[in-house]
């Protein structure tokens, strides 16, 4: 908890911006994975300086400081479990884009969508996109790593991170890079604290590299008769030559559930969806090699979209999955592993065997083209200790297969105990003793990441 005599000193550093009633403790004692921790305060800094200070408090004081962005995490990183302060970097909306160096300069609070948006408009491209990019923030995404379906061409978000200003948990500010496109002078600090989850560092400015604007983005479809099939025909793709910038992959049961939410027919028992981005004769060109490499493989259907209300109607089917899920079962629990490509067909089966296994309704979709699937679990509040169960079960078998239990959403709370299974004993321990070189009282984001 937080001591009297810090919340005295948090009063007189925030003033308004620093808030103890229950409302605001609410809203804030959650994220994604609806696990709850109430803190004892939220504070809304404004500037970086308010930050440091802050830091500096909770080291005096020994109270735990929770960073947090819009609060749209999947793996519990932003839930103020053991208490203390949430600190919502939302207020800190600092955004320039640079048009001549294709840098944008942001601070934590800005949403993914108006960085996008703001960059289009000037002819840039910032090309990554997690599926919160309407609500989740630029501080957010730094600190989980994000990726979104166009990872697959164009990478996550440290591949576009040029600088960082952070503030450490002495309260000790540092920047590298400050925006130049190369730069490698040093250790690599922007790659240490971007993923670590806001346990290591604050990160309060960044600089993202920006790409030119493709002037041409279309889309296809292609339904097939079961995963094994989509699955061959997607490696067969990639190993082709061709790069699309997305290769999303939707399971039977995530268009059973599709199809009854949006009142349509779909038989199929896998869809890819794919997009494809450049100057108007490389999409041509590139959608034509696509389909001929798809039909090798007797797709069911294989539709281009010719205009931008059939692109939109690709795109459709990916976007209604998860309202429709919610029409499932009320309860979500949702991993995102990473196998192999070639796995992608075993572990697919492996998931439907748990489902049947334990009686429970599972669903799976993704990013075909890096073996990033999200597993969703849909249950009732009985069914949760089963699929617990179910889930220590599938990431023994992701890690026996050679993946990752987590592509995008971080380890956060929910995965803390898988973690050194992962990573081996020697490799954990380094990052442990990282975490504690830099925070020796911890006190930020304290229980995230180690067990």
């Known amino acids: 908890m937080i001591p009297e005599q810090a919340k005295r000193a948090l009063r007189r550093l925030y003033g308004k911006n620093l808030r103890e009633d229950l409302p605001h403790l609410l809203a804030h004692s959650s994220d994604a994975t609806r696990i709850e921790g109430k803190p004892d305060a939220v504070a809304f800094p404004t500037e970086e300086k308010q ?8 080291n005096f004081y020994g109270f735990a400081v ?22 919502s970097l939302t207020r800190m909306r600092f955004m320039k884009v640079h048009r001549e160096n294709m840098v944008a300069e942001v601070e934590p609070g800005v949403i993914t969508e108006e960085l996008q948006r703001e960059a289009e408009r000037q002819g840039l491209f910032y090309p990554p996109d997690p599926a919160s990019l309407k609500n989740s923030t630029i501080g957010g995404n730094l600190a989980e790593n994000a990726g979104g379906p166009r990872c697959l061409k164009y990478g996550v978000t440290k591949n576009y991170v040029l600088g960082l200003r952070v503030v450490l948990p002495s309260g000790e ?11 490698v002078a040093g250790y690599d600090l922007m790659g240490l604290f971007v993923g670590s989850e806001g346990t290591l560092g604050i990160i309060t400015r960044a ?3 920006l790409l030119p604007l493709p002037p041409v983005r279309k889309s296809l479809r292609a339904d097939f008769r079961d995963v094994g099939e989509a699955s061959r025909a997607a490696t067969s793709l990639l190993t082709s030559g061709i790069l699309p910038s997305a290769l999303e992959f939707v399971d039977r049961k995530s268009l059973e559930a599709v199809a009854s939410y949006l009142g349509v027919e779909i038989k199929a028992g896998a869809s890819l969806i794919i997009q494809v981005d450049g100057d108007e004769n490389s999409v041509k060109n590139q959608l034509e090699r696509i389909k001929n490499r798809l039909e090798e ?12 209300e059939q692109e939109e109607e690709v795109w459709k089917l990916r976007r209604s999955i998860s309202p429709a899920l ?27 065997g748990l489902g049947e296994k334990y009686g429970l309704t599972v669903v799976v979709f993704g990013h075909m083209g890096d073996g990033n699937l999200h597993v969703n679990f849909m249950v009732e509040e009985s069914e949760k200790p089963r699929a617990e169960e179910a889930v220590v079960k599938l990431f023994r078998w992701v890690i026996e297969a050679g993946g990752a239990i987590s592509g995008e959403h971080g380890i956060g709370l929910t995965k803390a105990a898988f973690l050194e299974a992962q990573l081996g004993q020697e490799t954990y ?3 442990r003793r990282i975490k504690l070189l830099l925070d020796p009282n911890n006190i930020l984001n304290p ?3 180690f067990t």
Do not use: C
Not at 328 to 343: A, G, M, T, Y
């Open 326 to 352: 919610t029409r499932l079962k009320p309860i979500k629990i949702n991993e995102d592993i990473v196998v192999p490509r070639s796995k992608i067909p075993q572990a697919v089966d492996f998931i439907y």
């Open 51 to 58: 930050v440091a200070e802050t830091l500096k408090l909770a």
């Open 207 to 209: 600089w993202l590299r």
């Open 173 to 183: 500010v540092i920047e590298q890079g400050r925006g130049l496109q190369k730069n």
């Open 429 to 431: 321990q380094l990052m």
């Open 66 to 87: 929770v960073p947090r962005g819009s609060g749209t995490g999947f793996s519990g990183g932003a839930v103020p479990h053991r208490g203390g302060l949430v600190l």
């Open 447 to 449: 229980g995230k990441i």
């Open 297 to 308: 493989h007797s797709p069911l259907t294989v539709v281009i979209a010719e205009n931008q």
